[in-house]
């Protein structure tokens, strides 16, 4: 059940970031908005795969990859530009 809640509120944050992208364009916060998603498709795979651990390859690779959504992003909102 806690699961569920805090899948929620990392779908909540999403759509929160997916106004702001939308109201402003800036792609920063269409990227913020997938990773979130991509936390709370984690802690709902987390919750209804029973073999799931925190420390499985699939479970592990899609934090890694929503991190790097918001490393990607950050680096893109303050690249050099020419």
Do not use: H
């Not at 792609?27 to 913020?32: A, D, E, I, S």
């Amino acid at each position: 059940m806690l699961s569920g809640a805090i899948a929620a509120g990392w779908g909540i944050a999403g759509l929160f970031f997916c106004r702001f992208w939308r109201r402003t364009g800036d792609r920063f916060f269409l990227w913020f908005a997938l990773s979130f998603w991509l936390e709370a498709v984690n802690r709902i795979a987390l919750g209804l795969l029973v073999a799931a651990q925190e420390d499985s390859p699939l479970i592990y690779g899609l934090r890694v990859v929503s991190y790097g959504f918001i490393l990607y992003a950050i680096w893109y909102k303050n690249r050099p530009r020419s």
